[in-house]
């Protein structure tokens, strides 16, 4: 299971590299029982820059998958906790 978290994390990490700006606050994903992956993604604000930059991301991601098992991300606005495995967290200026 370790070596799977690690293969997700590194093609989240390789499909978000191209889709993110200052606006992301956090991106987060857990592996289900039922084999699905879901994501959260946490914004400052969502413009449709953000909402295509999901897209984008969301549909490179999927195109690494074996299966069709890439839920429609959570997507929430503001703080928020993270889902299990972080992938990305913004750190706050001191």
Known sequence: MELEIK???CNICDSLS???ND???SVSFELLNNGEIQIKIVL???THIEEEY???FIVEYSA???LNSVLKPIVEIGRSSPL???VYQKIDEL
């Open 7 to 9: 293969f997700q994390a």
């Open 44 to 46: 400052n604000e969502l």
């Open 18 to 20: 191209r889709n993110i």
């Open 64 to 66: 690494l998958q074996e």
């Open 54 to 56: 999901i897209d984008d």
């Open 23 to 25: 606006n992301f606050n």
């Open 84 to 86: 299990k495995h972080i």
